[in-house]
């Protein structure tokens, strides 16, 4: 089985210790490896780093290289510019060898925090089998713990197998209003789909090829004229896969994992998954409270101190601080929009 | 008429701005010039720097003298540890020639504010007039604004003076308990005491003699010895002027006075007395922020974003950030305790 590590993203929602050229997923954020790292690692031994594939940037390239210096180096792709997942995985799946495409491809993010990762490969095997025997697209699904409006949501369908709970997918609803959400999450009919599918190499440039031609005649000019990526890739549609192929395909399925998921969307987000102390303070770095509860605070450089603070998150770099409401995380992307509009490309 | 500016402190309100060997007086917080360098250029033109005597430590003297370089040096004093206004005053008045000490010294704190610098130096002349015509002394009396419990309060006598509005004090009363700071305040009969105290050099002498003999006759072994000031001054009574001798003695005078004083007792002292933006941010250094009001943000070095918060102090240097609610400033203190407690030297 070959997997696809998608490493193109630039998120900004761990501003300041996320910049451009640092992005989440070379973070170490849940533990002392970089998300990137940390993905990669968790797959073997059922996948070894000569079967896996990296999708990123230009400008990231050589950080992911140093990353992963197991991987293959041309198996490190770099887009010229990036142009959401669907390309990401179409280019990828079409750079392997014919003999791979026909396998199995497991397609990952980069940036994602799994915690048990034993229960996760064995998912893998599971998947594996099913997209081997039946040509049919795998999705895992973690059950929802919010009306989290996000992520694509999964409605379940018909049990294929008791033992690992393959399921049919009845439909899947990319990023649903709250409303819709809620009534999900309510229901217990549906999973969160977690971004990690798993394909036969060649039905997934078969699903592209109807659903987004434009993108598969793009590919096959480049798989014709190589040099000619840099023209044509920056030109490509750019839409997630979500909404180019799962949402339209009729026999998708699930697979239910509970494996300590999370797609770490924010600082909010990482403090939930970390062990905080007694006052429910995550701290990292040289910190010091009193009188102060419920905290994320991150010293990457010096130090920080905080006296009566609650549920905010402070987070210290060498060159800057973050001060917000742990409740207003998300909003850090105002932040860096703000940044970049007054072109303080040193913070960016 | 010669001026004592009391630069020994070692505040530890304004950490981590403040630090050991860089207190709150040597600190610009108000203006671009640091607190002390404010407290002797406001005297001139009425006092010149040739009458300007520095009481301060000898761990602070080199940077005394770099701030006040037009000081005479022989007149910055260092003590060999900090023994409170008392000890501070007596041996500084000891160390004038006879003719000096015959006529007005007025007293001054290094370390607070005065907006108003001609009203205030109007005050002093006024000062020097009654304390040299009628050997009185004077202190330098604020119209209260909070029932605050950490100042002297006068309770205002008979106007002797309709002009200058010089008034009898009936009574002197440091450091009430919050009831009584209260009715001293709804009562419109007292002032604040600013901590300002002009006075004949001989009279104070006098007046420690009687009150303080311990501090007296240390100091007079030290004006036969001077050799053995660093064996002798440590020794002496600490205790604060205001309990030594302004509650004790009968003929307190006072002049009210309007010149925008503040004795910058803590950040949130500090921000009140600061213009803030259109959101009511007080802002030093490079700070952006979104959704945030009425916070005190101070960036020595680096820069400090926020986003979604109120009323917080937050200031960063080099080495460490501070986060601490606008109405808990003063806690800082026990921030600074834990530091010296876990011997975190450093940051002290």
Redesign the interface.
Known sequence: MEAIVLAGGSGTRFW?LSRRRRPKQLLALDSEQSLLRATVSRLAPFIESSSVWVCTTRELAAAVREELPEVPAAQILEEPAGRNTSAAIGWTVQSMPPELRAGAVAVLPADHRIADAEVFRGALEVAEGVCLQSDRVVTLGIAPRWPETGYGYLQLGKVLDTESQLREVVRFTEKPDEATAQRFVESGDYLWNAGIFIFRGQRMLELLGRFQPEIAAGLATVEQEPERLTEIYPQLPSISIDFAVMEKIDDLVTIPIDCGWSDLGSWAALQEVLEGDEAGNVTRGRV?T??SQDNLIF?EE????????SD?V?V?T????????RR?AQ??R??VS??EEQELEE?L
């Open positions: 300041p010091l009193i009188d010293a010096g130090s920080v101190a905080a006296v009566g603070v905010m402070i210290r060498g060159d800057t601080v973050l001060v917000v409401p207003r909003e850090v105002r932040l703000l940044l913070l």
